[in-house]
């Protein structure tokens, strides 16, 4: 499988949500350079699939019509998580995300709207993993 940056709006949208989790929403906080105290998380999105061409390659975009669609589509999240002090992988995650199936109509907007959706999952996901793990340690 290809590893895919993410370049662009999905990139700063990914990285938004990541802030405001982590920086806005406590208990953790990202940090510009790791060490001995600091997890580093490294994470690739791929396998982008819609469920509908983009607005500008459909047939009915330019009269005016609409596509419905169950869902926006799936992608999927690849991880990797590091020891701050030596570089050592300490785990490794895969995910297939996707927002909630209800049919809407499928534009960038809503499409946004979800992949969104399934950025904060992913991230709320990971901060609950990290809290649940520091309270069985203690």
Same mark, same amino acid.
């Given at each position: 499988?290809?590893?895919v ?6 990139? /700063? ?7 405001? @989790?982590?920086?806005? /929403? ?12 600091t997890?580093? @998380? /490294?994470?690739?999105?791929?396998? $982008? ?5 983009? /607005?500008?390659?459909?047939?009915? %975009? =330019?009269?005016g019509?609409?596509?419905?669609? =169950? ?9 990797? $998580? ?7 992988? $300490? ?5 297939r ?7 809407? =109509?499928?534009?960038? @907007?809503?499409?946004?709207?979800? @992949? ?9 996901? %990971?901060?609950?993993?990290l ?8």
């Open positions: 499988m290809q590893k940056l993410m370049q662009g709006k999905l990139a /700063e949208a990914f990285n938004q949500t990541v802030s405001s @989790v982590f920086n806005d /929403e406590q208990p953790y906080q990202l940090v510009a350079a790791p060490d001995a105290n997890l580093i @998380v /490294e994470t690739y999105v791929t396998d $982008i699939r819609l469920a509908a061409p983009i /607005e500008s390659s459909r047939g009915s %975009f =330019q009269s019509g609409a596509t419905y669609t =169950q869902n926006s589509g799936s992608m999927v999240l690849l991880a990797r $998580i590091k020891d701050g002090k030596d570089n050592t992988v $300490i785990a490794k995650a895969a995910d995300g996707q927002a909630m199936d209800q049919w809407q =109509q499928n534009t960038q @907007v809503f499409n946004m709207g979800d @992949v969104k959706t399934v950025y904060r999952n992913w991230t709320n996901d %990971f901060k609950n993993a809290m649940q793990t520091r309270a069985s340690a203690n």
